[in-house]
T-cell receptor, first 113, second 109 residues
């Protein structure tokens, strides 16, 4: 089944404790992206990648890191999480090099205390 | 600056028709997307318009006017399962998506 998977789905952590949210797609998509979604603000892009070893900042990259060593995986790293990073996070992928029709993962709800 | 405007919330009756509007301002334009998002779930793709006019896909249609910076999503024969948020997103000249905050659609029996 064609899909985007994210892990974990739910995470409660404390300020400053490094964490990684994994994202994997099995559709051989070139474009992958991370978003955060907060009430009333819609989706905001954190980082995106147009292909392997190519990553770029989105609208809200501060406090986040990503890597794209393989086509299928695009992990999101929070080196020192803070409470303002409490949010719902979505990974997405797209067939083309640009963010065309995107397939979203199920989301990761992160709480930082 | 770049921005997307869409109503925060709309209410409609089961079986009726509803139109959700979206206006956009972007640096260049490479298309307009509509996504559906049920509460607690991921967004799913509904439509993509890059040329002026109406695109019909079953009960859902999407319209674009590039000269007016305007789009709408038309939902016909509303069903309870259509209760969701509808997200409008415009792609700018750098192929970056600018997302609206979403329109929450409430369907009443």
């Amino acid at each position: 089944e064609a899909q985007v998977t994210q892990n974990p789905r739910y995470l409660i952590t404390v300020t400053g404790k490094k964490l990684t949210v994994t994202c994997s797609q099995n559709m051989n998509h070139e474009y992958m992206s991370w978003y955060r979604q907060d009430p009333g603000l819609g989706l905001r892009q954190i980082y995106y990648s147009m292909n392997v070893e190519v990553t770029d900042k989105g609208d809200v990259p501060e406090g986040y890191k990503v890597s794209r060593k393989e086509k299928r995986n695009f992990p999101l790293i929070l080196e020192s999480p803070s409470p303002n990073q409490t949010s719902l996070y979505f990974c997405a992928s797209s067939t083309q090099g640009e963010p065309h029709e995107q397939y979203f993962g199920p989301g990761t709800r992160l709480t930082v205390t | 600056g770049q921005n997307i405007d869409q109503p925060t919330e709309m209410t409609a009756t089961e079986g009726a028709i509803v139109q959700i509007n979206c206006t956009y301002q972007t640096s260049g334009f490479n298309g307009l997307f509509w996504y559906q998002q049920h509460a607690g779930e991921a967004p799913t793709f509904l439509s993509y318009n890059v040329l002026d006019g109406l695109e019909e896909k079953g009960r859902f249609s999407s319209f674009l006017s590039r000269s007016k910076g305007y789009s709408y999503l038309l939902l016909k024969e509303l069903q309870m399962k259509d209760s969701a948020s509808y997200l409008c997103a415009a792609m700018d000249s750098n192929y970056q998506l600018i997302w609206g905050a979403g329109t929450k659609l409430i369907i009443k029996p």
